[in-house]
């Protein structure tokens, strides 16, 4: 029988990382799903017995180094080796940058880059050793165009767009794939339950209190009429994975896609005029 191969995935309490670790599996993954608080885990074990799915979770928090060496070697000791890693954890906190404070941004970096450099830092040499391996960085398509109330999250997925591509340079050399995953507006609980707030956001004191109010209703507008599910990224983070030559850069949904190519398409600094122009039109409506 042959082996089947060993994903760990990031960030699989709920949202994109949940349903990515479920449809691995469906396909044929020994997936190892890494959830910072175990205790949020009822939602994966519910849903796999479902399904009829097996997954093996693991305490991962991705901002713990000890927590990260445990969950790898955890990994190693149940399937002798790693041949995926999915980078999915992350967190989004809203807010104008003037609001946000000095911890809020730490916390974002920590999770969002420092936490997916660190993972990476411990798997990728168990994957040079074998000569072959992959590794998906989710990062957003915040991460190619900026947006208002989300400077640091999308600073944080700038950050990862670099860091993959950079990687993926360096992949090459020693057998290890790297593929970024960007995905458009996708209705998960980051909308929701787990949607973060910069403390200072919705202070009477900020001086954009009445902006960030009205951009709030814009995006939840916006995640309601939302096209692309996490099913949409769930297979293309497995197309990454399986690909012959798999792609450098996925980006998910036709929004994003058509944004991007009208960005290369226009000149110079006209395609954020008119973003801006229509982005504020659709805030005032």
């Known amino acids: 029988m042959k082996k089947r191969q060993a994903i760990l995935v990031t960030g699989a309490s709920s949202g994109l990382g949940l349903e990515t670790a479920l449809h691995l599996a469906a396909r044929g993954f020994r997936v190892f799903a890494g959830i910072r608080d175990t205790a949020r885990s009822d939602e994966l074990r519910v849903e796999a017995s479902r399904r009829g799915l097996e997954i093996e979770i693991l305490a991962l928090d991705v901002t713990d180094r000890k927590s ?126 787990n949607r973060g707030l910069a403390a200072a956001s919705t202070s009477p004191q900020s001086p954009y209190l009445r902006f960030f109010s009205s951009y709030e209703r814009l995006a939840d507008r916006t995640v309601d009429r939302a096209r692309t599910t996490p099913s949409d990224v769930a297979r293309a983070i497995e197309r990454a994975l399986t690909a012959r030559k798999p792609r450098l850069h996925y980006v998910i949904g036709r929004k994003a896609r058509f944004m991007l190519a009208l960005r290369d398409y226009l000149p110079g600094e006209l395609f954020h005029d008119l973003y801006r122009r229509a982005l504020l039109r659709a805030v005032r409506a």
Not at 112 to 133: C, D, E, H, Q, S
Request: proline fraction near 2%.
């Open 68 to 193: 990260i060496d445990g969950a790898v070697d955890r990994v190693l000791e149940r399937a002798g080796s790693i041949d995926g890693l999915v980078n999915n954890a992350g967190i989004q906190i809203r807010g104008s940058f003037e609001d946000l404070s000095d911890e809020e941004t730490r916390r974002i970096f920590e999770t969002n880059v420092f936490g997916t450099m660190a993972l990476t830092r411990k798997v990728i040499p168990l994957l040079r050793a074998r000569g072959r391996g992959r590794i998906v960085i989710v990062t957003s398509i915040g991460g190619r165009i900026g947006a208002p109330a989300l400077s640091l999250y999308c600073a944080s997925k700038f950050a990862l767009e670099g860091f993959g591509e950079a990687l993926a340079l360096e992949g090459r050399l020693v057998g290890v794939d790297v593929s970024l995953v960007a995905p458009a507006v996708v209705k998960t609980g980051i909308w929701s339950r």
